[in-house]
Structure formats: C-alpha cells, structure tokens
C-alpha cells in the first residue's frame, strides 16, 4: 500500500527534480529519497578503492563491506545526509569525478538490481517521494502519482554550475554542459532500465519554472486524481 501512495519523480540530469521531490515530501510529511545519491554513493566507494567502474563483480563484492544509509537532514545542503559505513558524505557525491562516474555505475544491471531491492525497502516503510530516473517504470510503477521532469540543456547546465559554484567548485559552464549532455546520451542508452517517462507520468517542463510553482502543479495534479 505504500508503494501505491507514493510519488515517482524522474527526469533528466539537473532538471529539478530532486529540489522539488525534497519540497513536495515536505508539505505532504512523506519520506523522501534521491536515489540519485545511492548511485553516487557506489561511485564514490569506487572511485575512493580503486574498483574498476566497469567491473560487476568487484562492486558488488564492494556493496556486501560497506553500508549505504540515506538519512533526512532538513539543515543539510542537499536535504539528506548519506552515511558510508556511518560516515557523511553527501558533500562528496557531488563532485565532478563522482558526477563523471555515476553513469558508469548505474548502467550495471547487477547493482540497479541491488539499489532497486534497497530502494522499495525504504518505500515499505510508509508513503514516499522519490527521485530518480527509473522511479516510475521499474522502482516503484504502482505508484499512483508519476512526474517526469525536463527542462533545457542550457538551464540544467546553468542550474548545476551553480550547484557546483555553492560548494566552491569553479567549473566552466561549458564543461558542465558538456557533461550534462554525455549524462543525457548514456542515461536514454543504457540497455537496463533506460531514462524515459512511465507512460502514465505527467511531464513538466521546469525550464521557466520556480521549484515552488512545480510543486503546485504537482499536487493539483494529485488532488484531481484523489477526486
């Protein structure tokens, strides 16, 4: 019953989608995950052990030592801490070579198997907003309300050099363009669980849009569906 009361947020990289899923959770009291950080968190494991990105195997033998733990932070940056081995690293999943990786990562069918099992555990325990890619086809496609997030390459770019610059990372806007569009060809591509809206989400385009104003559009659209 859990999995059919919660919200399903997916969309591109940069596109809102976890701002807004953090706002919507908290005016409905629902729990909120950004899956997105799960696959950051196996990233940065990788990258801080010297794992091959490209080697199943050996991430998931990695997965088995090491705990992954979102928990809700309120005061915290991205709205959440997440706990390695109970240590806090959500300030370092989003660095670039994190950013660079993740894809890698989260194209590997045996560890989407293992964040997914991971993921609907969390949506068990009540009513829950989450972000991701894959929310509403595989994680959680009961769920009553999908959205799907899209906005500009050129204002997601903008929207996460900012992100970047408020963590004191000087990147060119170019890279991070650059970055955002090899983002988009892998997470379309991927031959598990490929990026694209659930059939019955709601598209929204975020480009001109406050993350307030989305949230709005959201929960009209819940209320006509509770009618």
Not at 46 to 61: H, I, K, Q, T, Y
Not at 117 to 133: C, D, H, K, Y
Not at 140 to 155: G, Y
């Amino acid at each position: 019953m859990s999995q059919r009361e919660s919200v399903a947020i997916d969309g591109w990289v940069a596109s809102g989608k976890t701002t807004v899923a953090k706002q919507l959770a908290a005016e409905l009291r629902f729990l909120y995950l950004d899956t997105g950080a799960m696959y950051r968190a196996v990233a940065y494991l990788a990258l801080r052990n010297g794992v091959d990105l490209d080697n199943e195997a050996a991430l998931l033998a990695m997965l088995a030592h090491h705990t992954i733990a979102i928990v809700p932070e309120p005061e915290a940056t991205a709205g959440y801490r997440v706990l390695i081995d109970r240590f806090d690293t959500a300030e370092r999943l989003f660095d670039p070579d994190v950013a660079a990786a993740v894809s890698t990562v989260a194209a590997l069918p045996g560890v989407r198997r293992e964040l997914v099992a991971r993921q609907r555990a969390i949506a068990e325990q009540g009513p829950v907003v989450m972000a991701g890619r894959d929310i509403g086809t595989v994680v959680l496609p009961d769920a009553r309300h999908k959205f799907f997030l899209t906005a500009s390459i050129d204002e997601r770019a903008r929207r996460r050099q900012a992100e970047f610059h408020e963590r004191g990372l000087d990147v060119a806007f170019d890279e991070v363009r650059a970055q955002i569009a090899e983002r988009d060809r892998l997470d379309s591509t991927r031959a598990v669980s490929p990026l694209r809206a659930a059939d019955d989400a709601i598209t929204i385009d975020s480009t001109e849009m406050e993350p307030g104003q989305v949230v709005a559009l959201m929960r009209n659209a819940m209320e006509r569906a509770r009618a």
